[in-house]
């Protein structure tokens, strides 16, 4: 990707990671490309080249301020005079100048082109189905949303768990005041007491104030 993007023959130019694929690219989405891109001149004193990828929406304002794209017909350009080597903008208008009947397209575009779909698989795909660079992209997508829902297999196990637990000990109680022994009497208010720890802290874990949600998509 690099390669065609920079010029720069493999391994030598310096690709880092970015936060700037969004579902809306805004004011304040801009304002952080472009704080981004003094922070990376700061440290390597070297103008980046950015691309920026609208998932969704492209605001207005920010559209009318691109021109057209020599190089990447694909894309559109926003003047980056002082910040930025280059800044292109892929979103959903700027692709649709790609033809259907280009077999392989070029890596940057087969990119854009995979985030903007949003395809949930390549079989939806309006054309590129077989395209070398789209196919790696969704062998990574799919691997990662496996990953994902191994995860959330692992979380479900764990409820299943305290659920199973739960019961346990509700039986555990059941027995206790069926048998009317004052010892057994005891260990059900051990038993309810536990469950009531649980449940408040439970209920506390819940109900925190959320943190600001990641920014998603990124490369």
């Known amino acids: 990707m690099t390669k065609n993007l920079a010029g720069a023959p493999e391994n030598v130019y310096i690709a880092v990671p970015t936060e700037f694929c969004d579902k809306n690219i805004d004011k304040s989405f801009m304002v952080r490309a472009i704080h981004y891109c003094i922070l990376v001149y700061a440290k390597y004193k070297k103008h980046p080249l950015i691309v920026l990828l609208g998932i969704s929406n492209v605001a207005m304002f920010v559209f009318s301020s691109t021109v057209p794209c020599v190089k990447f017909p694909f894309a559109k350009e926003i003047t980056s005079c002082f910040w930025a080597q280059r800044c292109l903008l892929l979103s959903s208008s700027t692709l649709a100048t790609l033809s259907q009947y280009i077999e ?11 985030m903007c779909s ?3 698989s390549m079989n939806m ?8 660079t789209i196919k790696p992209l969704y062998t990574i997508a799919k691997g990662n949303i496996m ?11 764990r409820i299943s768990d305290i659920c199973d637990n739960a019961d346990s000990q509700f ?5 206790c005041v069926e048998k009317g022994d004052q ?3 005891e260990k059900a208010l051990s038993y309810l007491d536990d469950i009531q720890s649980f449940r408040k802290y439970d209920g506390q874990r819940n109900n925190t104030v959320p943190e600001t949600p990641p920014l998603k998509y990124f490369f």
Not at 104 to 114: E, K, M, S
Not at 125 to 132: A, C, I, Q, R, V
Not at 147 to 157: A, C
């Open 171 to 175: 039986i555990k109680i059941k027995h």
């Open 125 to 132: 795909l309006d054309y590129g189905k077989h395209d070398n």
């Open 147 to 157: 990953e994902v829902l191994g995860t959330g297999d692992e979380k479900l196990k």
């Open 183 to 185: 010892d057994l009497f």
């Open 118 to 120: 949003q395809a949930l």
């Open 104 to 114: 392989q397209l070029h890596p940057l575009a087969a990119l854009g082109y995979f």
